[in-house]
Every structure is written in structure tokens, then in C-alpha cells.
């Protein structure tokens, strides 16, 4: 069993950044896939960002790739989303997601079980 707890969001103008934290638990935090996904009003949740268990390998969506980058530390069972040079286009809600049958991580919100609360993005233009 893994709780998630996402923080960082707020508002920001474009240009700008943020940095989301996911606070996890469980011992076996640090064998899931984790990931990033995002929520805007009106749209379906979409995928932002995975990482594998070890940290070594990540992938983000082209939307956001050079802008958004993925990282943990599963020492403090951790995972974080830099985010830089924003856009309107980013508001969302952003949610913190884990895998344990994918430990490699996944692009498909299906394959997620534990999420969290959700944390809100506002870019001003």
C-alpha cells in the first residue's frame, strides 16, 4: 500500500516556474514505476511524465519535453517535476501517481494504482 501526497502548485505568469513534490509512503516506494499526470477542465486526465523504480530512466510527453523533467529520491521516498518556462497551456491539476506492476514506469494512467490528491497549476498569460 502507497499514499501520495502531491504539493508545489500554485500560480505562476508564463515564462515562469514551479517545482511539484509527491511525498510517498510504504516500504516499497522505491519499486514502483512512478509518474506525473495532469488534468485540465474540460479535457481527460493526460500523461506528462514516468519514472522507473532506480531513477535512471524517465520520459516525458513531447508537450512538455526540454521544459519538464522528472526526478525521485527514494531515500526520502520522493518524486519530484521541475517545471520551467510554463505556459497557459499548463494549468492543470497535476496528480502523482504509482505503479507496482510496472516498475519501469508507463505512459497509461491504467496502469497506475496508487494516486494522489492532485495539486493545482495556474499559468497566467
Known amino acids: 500500500q502507497v499514499q501520495l501526497v502531491e504539493s508545489g502548485g500554485g500560480l505562476v505568469q508564463a515564462g515562469g516556474s514551479l517545482r511539484l513534490f509527491c511525498a510517498g509512503s510504504?516500504?516499497?516506494?522505491?519499486?514502483?514505476?512512478m509518474g506525473w499526470f495532469r488534468q485540465a477542465p474540460g479535457k481527460e486526465r493526460e500523461f506528462v511524465a514516468t519514472?522507473?523504480?532506480?531513477?535512471?530512466?524517465?520520459y516525458s510527453a513531447d508537450s512538455v519535453k526540454g521544459r519538464f523533467t522528472i526526478s525521485r529520491d527514494n531515500a526520502k521516498k520522493a518524486v519530484y517535476l521541475e517545471m520551467n518556462s510554463l505556459k497557459p497551456e499548463d494549468t492543470a491539476v497535476y496528480y502523482c501517481?504509482?505503479?507496482?506492476?510496472?516498475?519501469?514506469?508507463?505512459?497509461?494512467?491504467?496502469?497506475?494504482?496508487?494516486w494522489g490528491q492532485g495539486t493545482q497549476v495556474t499559468v497566467s498569460s
Open positions: 501517481a504509482a505503479s507496482s506492476s510496472y516498475s519501469s514506469g508507463s505512459y497509461y494512467s491504467q496502469n497506475y494504482k496508487y
Open positions: 510504504g516500504h516499497t516506494f522505491g519499486s514502483y514505476g
Open positions: 519514472i522507473d523504480w532506480s531513477g535512471d530512466n524517465a
